[in-house]
C-alpha cells in the first residue's frame, strides 16, 4: 500500500519524465541537424545563388523566396484573421447564424491537409485565374491555410480581454470602435502574435501546397508572379532526388535558425506597437 | 434646496422576460451625494446604470420611463450617448485600469474625445490626478504601469481617469467594496470633496457608508424603490416598515 506522500512523489516523477523527454527529444534533433548541418553552412552557402539544381552555390533564392511568401501570406492572412476574429468576438450576436457558420468553417479548415488546399490553390489560382506558379499563388493557398489559425488564438486572446475594459471605456464616452482599437486590440496583442508565429511556423515548413503553387524553380522571384522555391522545398527536393545530403541538412538547419530569428523579430516589431509593452 | 440635476420618471428595466425596476421615481439634487442602498438583487445598481445607459450594453435589455439631465431626456431618439456619457461618468465596483501608463489611463478618456496637444493633455492629467488626491503619491512616476498601484490608488485613478472627461454627474458603483479600510476611508473623503463640483450617485452596500458619506439615500427593495429621502430622516426615521427593518439588520 502506497501512502499519499509516496503516491505524490511518483506522480511528481512522471511529469518530470515527461517534461525530460520532450526536452530531450529536442535536443536530439537539434543536435543532429547542427552537427550535420553546420560542416555545410558557410557565407557563400547563405549568401549565393545556388547553381547546378543546388549540388553548388549556396541556397540565398530559396531565403528570400521563404521569407518572401511568408511575408505576404501574412499581410493577407492578419488583417483577415483577426478582422474576423473582431467581428465574432465584439460585434456578431451570440450564437448567431453567420457566427456559427465563421466559426464552423474556421474549424473546418484548421483540419484540412496542406495537400488539399495546394490541390486547390493549384486549380484556382494558378490555372483558373492564370496566376501561374507563383509568390502570389502559394501565399494566397499559404493564407487560406494560415487563416483559421490566426483566427482562433486572436479571437481567444480578445476574449481574454477583461470585460470591465469595455465597460470602463464606454462608460467614458468612448465608442465602440475606439474601445476595441484603444483598449481591447492592444491587450489582446500577445495572443495574436502567438497565433502569428504558429502560422510562420507552418508557412516555413509547408512543402507540398507550395511545389503545387508556388513551383520550385531556383530563381531569385523578383515580383509576385515570379515563382519561387521556399527552402523546406529545396531540402525536399534535395534529399528526394539524391542531390546532397549534406545539403539538405545544412538547409534545414537554416530554416531552424530562420524560424527564430523571424519569431523574434515578430515579437519585438508587434509589442513595440502595443501598451502592453510598456507596461511590462 | 439645491438645484435638480437628475429626475428619474417611472423607470421600468426589463432582462428579456425578467422586470428588474418597477416605476422608479427619483429626483437627484446638484452638488449632493445620493446614496442607494438594498440586498444584493434589489436593482439599484441597475437604476445607476439607466443614467449613463449603460444597461444597453447587455442584449435583451429594455428601458421604459423617462431620466432627465438638466430637463433634458436621457431616453430620446437622438440623443448621442457619447456625449451623455461625457457629462455622467462611472466608477465601478473593482478598479479597472488599462493595461497601460498612469498617464496614459487618465489622458484616455480627453483623447477619445479629440484632445491632442500634449500641453493640454498633462495639463489634464495633473489636474485630474489632483482632483482625486492622487497626484502627490505617483507625479514621480507617471509614466510606470498603471497596474503597479496598489488597489486603493488605482479606484483613485479610475476617478481621475473619469475627471478627466470633465463630467458633471459621477456615478459610482460600490467604489469601496474592493479596498482595504484605510483605503475606503481616504475614497470617502474624496467623495467628500467631489460633491462640490461634482453630482454624485453611489451605490453601496454598505450602511455606514451611506450615512456617512450622502445627503439623500433610496433604498431599493425587489426592484422597487421603497423609501427615499435625506439620509438623517431615513437612518433615524425611516417612514416604510421594510426600510427599518433593513437598516436594523432584520434582513440583507
Known sequence: MLTNNTREKFIKAFFWLAGLIIVTILFIIIAYIAIKGVSAISLDFIFEAPRRAGKEGGIWTTIVSTVYLTLVSLIIAVPLGVGSAIHLEEYA???????????????????????????????????????????????????????PTITRTAQEAILAVPAEYRENSLALGASKWQTISRVVLPSAVPGIITGIILSIGRAVGETAALILTAGSSL??????????????????????EGISMDRAFGTAFLIIGLIVIINYLANLSLRRMSYVNRQI | MSQLKLKS??????????????DVNM?????????????????????????????????GTRTEGQIYLDERP?????????????????????????????????AYGPRIHGIKDRNRLSEIVERSLKAANLWNEISDRLNSPAARLSGGQQQRLVIARVLAVEPEVILMDEPASALDPISTSRLEDLIAE??????????????????????????FLNGQLVEFSCTDELFVNPRDKRTEDYITGRFG
Not at chain 1, 486549380?123 to 502570389?136: A, D, K, N, P, T
Not at chain 1, 519561387?228 to 531540402?235: F, G, I, Q
Not at chain 2, 450617448?81 to 498617464?103: A, H, N
Open chain 1, 93 to 147: 450576436p451570440r450564437r448567431s447564424w453567420f457566427a456559427n457558420l465563421v466559426n464552423l468553417t474556421a474549424e473546418t479548415l484548421a483540419g484540412i491537409p496542406s495537400i488539399v488546399f495546394g490541390l486547390f490553390g493549384f486549380v484556382f489560382f494558378v490555372i483558373f485565374l492564370q496566376m501561374g506558379w507563383s509568390i502570389i499563388s502559394g501565399s494566397l493557398t499559404m493564407a487560406i491555410m494560415i487563416l
Open chain 1, 219 to 240: 530563381g531569385m522571384p523578383e515580383g509576385l508572379l515570379d515563382p519561387a522555391r521556399t527552402m523546406s522545398v529545396h531540402l525536399y527536393i534535395l534529399a528526394m
Open chain 2, 9 to 22: 420618471e417611472n423607470i421600468k428595466v426589463f432582462y428579456k422576460d425578467f422586470q428588474a425596476l418597477y
Open chain 2, 27 to 59: 429626483d437627484i439634487e446638484e452638488n449632493r451625494v445620493t446614496a442607494l442602498i438594498g440586498p444584493s438583487g434589489c436593482g439599484k445598481s441597475t437604476f445607476l446604470r439607466t443614467i449613463n445607459r449603460l444597461n444597453e450594453l447587455i442584449e
Open chain 2, 74 to 106: 436621457i431616453y430620446e431618439k437622438d440623443r448621442d450617448v457619447v456625449e451623455l456619457r461625457k457629462k455622467v461618468g462611472m466608477v465601478f465596483q473593482k478598479p479597472s485600469v488599462f493595461p497601460m501608463s498612469i498617464y496614459e489611463n487618465v
Open chain 2, 194 to 219: 467631489l460633491k462640490k463640483n461634482y453630482t454624485i450617485v453611489i451605490v453601496t452596500h454598505n450602511m455606514q457608508q451611506a450615512a456617512r458619506i450622502s445627503d439623500y439615500t433610496g433604498f
